[in-house]
C-alpha cells in the first residue's frame, strides 16, 4: 500500500454529500439500541461481578473511587462520540472522523479497533456472568 493510498481522505463536504447514495451504510441502531450496549458492557461485570471480587480480594472500599474515576473516564469518551458526531454529520462514529482527518489507513486501523472493542466487550462480560454464576 503506497503512502498516498494511506493517507487519502475525502473532505466533510463529501461525505456529507454522499449520506443518501445506494453505497452508504444504513443507520441501523438508533439511540436507545446504543444506550443498551453501553450499558450492558459497563453493568454486565463492572457492577454485578467485578466491584464485590475487587473490593473483596484488593481494593476494600477504595474500589467505589475507582469506579467513580472509570465513570468519569467514560463520560468524557462519550462527549469525544457527541463531537465526533456533531462535527461529521454522517454515520461512522470515530471511523468516518479518522477517515476525513486522519486518511483511509488510520480509518482502517480505528474500524478494526472498534470492532476488536466490542469482541472484548462481549468476552468480559460473558467471563464475569460465568463465573458469578459458578
Not at 467514560?74 to 461529521?88: K, T, W
Request: glycine content about 14%; hydrophobic content about 55%; charged content about 10%.
Amino acid at each position: 500500500m503506497s503512502l498516498a493510498k494511506f493517507l487519502r481522505h475525502k473532505s466533510v463536504e463529501q461525505l456529507q454529500a454522499e449520506v443518501g447514495l445506494r453505497t452508504d451504510f444504513r443507520r441501523v441502531l438508533g439511540l436507545w439500541q446504543l444506550t443498551a450496549i453501553g450499558i450492558g458492557g459497563i453493568i454486565g461485570v463492572g457492577i454485578f461481578v467485578l466491584a464485590g471480587q475487587q473490593a473483596a480480594l484488593n481494593a476494600g472500599p477504595a474500589v467505589a473511587l475507582s469506579f467513580i474515576i472509570a465513570g468519569f473516564g467514560s463520560a468524557c469518551a462519550a462527549l469525544c462520540y457527541a463531537e465526533f458526531a456533531g462535527l461529521i454529520p454522517v454515520t461512522g462514529s470515530a471511523y468516518t472522523y479518522g477517515y476525513a482527518v486522519l486518511g483511509e489507513g488510520a480509518a482502517w486501523i480505528i474500524g478494526w479497533d472498534l470492532l476488536l472493542e466490542y469482541a472484548l466487550v462481549v468476552a468480559v462480560v460473558a467471563i464475569g456472568w460465568s463465573g458469578y454464576v459458578q
